[in-house]
């Protein structure tokens, strides 16, 4: 099992992310006192951690999905409707429309472009509302 960073805060509102590591200090500093983070590795440790913790939303990073992850991430929004999926965009790779793409095709309905600072507090706001 991987062993995520995680960032505690008010008691039942946590967020779980699949984001690199430079998205990881941007958003526990933007959710820091505000909810509880938890960094997982992969998908399969996210939906564990889904399935046995009260989430309030998923991160997913557009730089870390890979397509090998579509059954996942579609799994995921399946088993697991309550909890918002957020796509994270914070580069111009050039893989990152296909992944929107495909995230989207797997039923994540929320983006958040964080390339631009309206984007983080958009994030901060999700993550802290739900």
Do not use: F
């Not at 989430?55 to 992850?69: D, G």
């Amino acid at each position: 099992m991987s062993t995520g960073n995680t960032r505690y805060a008010k008691a039942g509102t946590s967020v779980v992310t699949l984001i690199t590591p430079a998205e990881r200090q941007r958003v526990d500093a933007l959710t820091s006192g505000a909810c509880l983070t938890v960094h997982r590795e992969n998908l399969d440790d996210v939906l564990r951690h889904l399935r046995t913790n009260h989430v309030s939303a998923v991160i997913v990073s557009v730089s870390c999905y890979q397509q090998q992850y579509a059954p996942s991430v579609a799994r995921m929004v399946r088993e697991v409707p309550r909890v918002p999926a957020v796509a994270l965009l914070t580069s111009t790779e050039s893989h990152a429309s296909a992944a929107l793409l495909s995230l989207g095709e797997q039923g994540v309905r929320t983006l958040v472009d964080a390339r631009d600072p309206n984007g983080w507090r958009q994030l901060r706001s999700l993550v802290t509302s739900e």
